[in-house]
Structure formats: structure tokens, C-alpha cells
């Protein structure tokens, strides 16, 4: 086989994307060989240079290059400690002030506050705290605080590793209930400040025009997060297999493109046209949700998934794929192991460029009839499923037997769930009298997902405890 430019530039992504994942599981004291790892790298970078011409040899080099480059990345991620960090004083009870480096997480009974650190007796520190208070005085992003607390490394609880979930944010420190003093309010970044207005007054209108539990739902498909979402909703939807549905993410984003593509395309639209009209919305829902970093990642899978559905062929998507993962990863190596959400988005997209070929191709030998594009629908759900099954058996402990069934019955709301609620945003802000009336077709929707799954977990096995 001829290795073209492209293929040995996909390969080589590809190698990197293994050497991060490789970096992930090895142990600590590997990692902290930095020096070695990069001086191995630059070796193979010399070599590679030398002996482009020879292919065997240059294609050796370049695995090489490209899987301790992958390595190195990983280790440079990893934290440096030194009495300027402030994770060097875990285990201590300090005294030290930081800004609120982020929006404050609601959650029943508490707040949980990101805290970039600044000062320690009077020396400047750095790194991020998080510390989980009681729920009022409720706090602000940019707000400056003194924090009296017993500082603590993260660990993990009972069979979550809550340690390297937290690590994929760069923080390494916790403190629970600490004292907490205000100094100042109004810092942090201009703009930052400006998306966070966005999204209160997002969340405002939500609130204002529609009913709980509804209320939280929508939230949580529009802004992200579960928080605002009840445990037993939570737990109903995580059995039926359709948790995906209510959260940002690309697995989320990717279905949505699919079936607003072939319900385009099946009333008329020209795949040209349906294209140009799921790129605009995507970018208004960045817009709206201000250019969340997990929305701008869902929909650069959904973009794929878009882009490949624009060349009709799925097989296309496997070069973005990889490139796509490689991108991300050298910014943010901890994803390949530590982020649920990475893992469910790429594998998903794995499952419908591999098996809905498969899939269709069984489908049309038996004749089964596209009945405006739903048995299509139908199969690349069921592909993205059983490539996310795995994970999500092995992340939430259940195996839903009826996953499958309530994806056919419920995925295809989930186009119109995205539509019908940002349209009553935009509609309530202007008419805000008028948003109970605005957001009645989502709530129905909700209502709708929420009896099926009921109906579906009537079924004994319907869901497996791992």
C-alpha cells in the first residue's frame, strides 16, 4: 500500500494519540523523567530529518517521534511541586486568597468554588483550590477571598477517581467548609464576565417561562451541567439509556446533526442546503451558550459528523476523527482518560463509521424500507450505542438492556427538544409574558421522554446493576 502525505500525517496522529494514552496509565515516576522523554523525542526528530529518503526507516523514526511526543506532552501536563504551587501545602491548614477563577457549582445544600490561589504569607502562589461551602453567602466569579483552611489532596471515592477528574481541570487541591472572608469583588477577565451575564440571563428566562422538573432539563440541554436536574430524573434516564439527551457533549450534539440532516434532506432540502442550514444553527447554539469550551468541542464533533454526512460518505469522518483527538489532546492530554464526555463523543463516532455500513447493508439485503430516513437514523443510533455501552456499563456501574428500544422511541425529539428551546429563549426575552406559552412544546417533549422511560424500565432486566 502506498503511504500517501495525508495517510502518513493521519498515521502519525494517530501514534500521538497512543502515546498520550499510553502516558495516561504509566506510573508517576515515569512521567516525572521529562527530560528523558524530550531528549528521546529530538533524537527521532534528528533521525527522522536524516533519513527521510530511506521510507522504511523514516516511517520507524516517525513512530518514534510522534509516540514519545505523545509521552512528553502527557508528563509536561503533569504538576510541578514546589513551595510556589499551592498544592505543595496540602495536608496543611493554611491561610491564603485567590479569585474565584470560575462560576460557582449549585449543588442542594452546598457551592463548590474554583479558586485560582494567589498569595500565601505574603508570597505569591499559584494553582487551583476548590472548596466546597455552604450555600450562602453565595459568591461570584472575579470576587477576591481570604480562605482559612484545612488543605487537602484530592482522592478518589469509593470506585470513582475523583482525584484525576479533578486533575483534568488542573486542580490539585481541596478544602471543605472553610472560613471564608470577602476582600474585593469585580476582578477577572472582561469578557469572561460578559459570558457568564449571557448565561445567567439565559438561565433566568428558563426559569421564568417554564416548570420544574422541565425547568432543570432544559437548563442542563442548553447549558449544561445536572445539577439543576433531580436525582431520580437522573437516575431514569441513566437506566433507559438516554442520559446523553440532556447533556452537552458530542455524542449529544452528533445525533442531533444526524437526524436534522435526514429530516431536511427527506422534506426536500438539497444536502447542500440542509448543510448550510445545521452549520448556522450550530453556530447560533454557540452563541447563545456564549462558546462554552465543552459546547465549542460537541460541536466540532457534530461539525464531523456534519461534514461527513455532506460528502454522503461516513468514511470520510475518520481522518477528522483522528485529528480532531490529536488536536485536543495536545491541549488537554488528561481527556484520553479522564473525560467521560471525550471518550462517549469519540467512540460514538466510531460506532456509526463503522458499523452503519455494516448495518445498512444488512438492512438493504432484507429490504427494510427507509420510511423517510428513520431506519438510518435508527441503525447509527444503534451503532454509536454499542460503542458507548462499554463505558458507560464501566463508568455508572448499569447495563441497560432497553437502550437501544428508548433511543428509537426518544433520540429523534432530540433535534426538535435543541430547536423548540432555544427558539423559546430568543422569543421569551423579547416577549417575556409569553414564555410558559413559548416553552410548552419542550416541556412536552420532556414529558414524552420521561413516560417512555418509565414504560420501558416496566420490562424485568430491563437494567443490569454492574
Not at 444536502?271 to 445545521?278: G, H, L, N, V
Request: hydrophobic letters at 50%.
Amino acid at each position: 500500500m502506498k503511504l500517501t502525505n495525508s495517510k502518513i500525517f493521519i498515521f502519525c496522529c494517530l501514534v500521538f494519540i497512543s502515546g498520550v494514552g499510553f502516558a495516561s496509565f504509566l506510573a508517576d515516576k515515569f512521567l516525572h523523567a521529562d527530560l528523558l522523554l524530550f531528549t528521546s523525542t529530538i533524537i527521532f526528530l534528528i533521525l527522522s530529518i536524516i533519513f527521510w529518503n530511506n521510507k522504511k526507516l523514516r516511517l520507524v523514526n516517525l513512530i518514534g517521534l510522534f509516540l514519545f511526543l505523545g509521552i512528553w506532552r502527557y508528563a509536561i501536563f503533569m504538576p510541578i511541586t514546589s513551595p510556589e504551587k499551592i498544592w505543595f501545602y496540602n495536608g496543611e491548614k493554611i491561610e491564603f486568597s485567590g479569585l474565584v477563577s470560575d462560576e460557582p457549582t449549585l449543588n442542594g445544600s452546598n457551592q463548590k468554588i474554583t479558586l485560582e490561589a494567589e498569595d500565601y504569607e505574603n508570597n505569591q502562589v499559584t494553582g487551583k483550590v476548590l472548596a466546597t461551602t455552604n450555600l450562602y453567602p453565595l459568591y461570584n466569579y472575579g470576587d477576591r477571598l481570604k480562605i482559612v483552611c484545612q488543605l487537602a489532596k484530592p482522592e478518589p471515592i469509593n470506585d470513582f477517581s475523583y482525584d484525576r477528574y479533578l486533575a483534568r481541570y488542573d486542580i490539585y487541591s481541596v478544602c471543605y467548609y472553610p472560613k471564608i472572608f470577602k476582600i474585593s469583588e469585580g476582578g477577572g477577565n472582561y469578557s469572561y464576565k460578559k459570558v457568564l451575564v449571557l448565561k445567567n440571563k439565559i438561565r433566568n428566562i428558563i426559569m421564568r417561562g417554564s416548570r420544574e422538573p422541565y425547568s432543570g432539563l432544559i437548563q442542563a440541554t442548553i447549558l449544561g451541567g445536572n445539577g439543576s436536574i433531580s436525582k431520580d430524573l437522573q437516575a431514569l434516564f441513566a437506566q433507559a439509556g438516554i442520559s446523553h439527551i440532556i447533556a452537552i457533549s458530542g455524542m449529544h450534539i452528533s445525533v442531533v446533526v444526524i437526524v436534522l440532516m435526514w429530516l431536511l434532506i427527506n422534506v426536500g432540502f438539497t444536502r447542500k442546503s440542509a448543510f448550510y442550514i445545521i452549520m448556522a444553527f450550530l453556530f447560533i447554539y454557540m452563541v447563545m451558550i456564549s462558546f462554552m469550551a465543552s459546547a465549542v468541542r460537541s460541536c466540532l464533533m457534530g461539525f464531523l459528523v456534519l461534514w461527513a454526512m455532506y460528502l454522503g460518505r461516513l468514511n470520510k469522518l475518520m481522518n477528522s476523527l483522528i485529528l480532531a483527538a490529536a488536536i485536543l489532546l495536545a491541549f488537554n492530554p488528561r481527556l484520553f482518560r479522564d473525560d467521560i464526555g471525550f471518550q462517549l463523543s469519540f467512540l460514538a463516532l466510531l460506532g456509526m463509521i463503522w458499523l452503519f455500513p455494516i448495518g445498512e447493508a444488512w438492512a438493504n439485503k432484507k429490504r427494510i424500507p427507509e420510511f423517510y430516513g428513520v431506519r438510518d437514523g435508527f441503525i447509527l443510533t444503534l451503532a454509536a450505542q454499542i460503542f458507548t455501552t462499554p463505558i458507560i456499563a464501566y463508568d455508572f456501574s448499569q447495563f441497560s438492556l432497553i437502550a437501544p428500544i428508548t433511543n428509537l422511541l426518544v433520540v429523534w425529539t432530540s433535534s426538535f427538544l435543541l430547536i423548540f428551546s432555544i427558539v423559546a429563549i430568543i422569543l421569551s426575552a423579547i416577549l417575556p409574558s409569553l414564555g410558559i406559552i413559548f416553552f410548552l412544546p419542550a416541556e412536552i417533549i420532556f414529558i414524552y421522554m420521561i413516560k417512555v422511560s418509565e414504560l420501558l424500565l416496566k420490562i424485568p432486566f430491563s437494567n443490569i446493576k454492574l
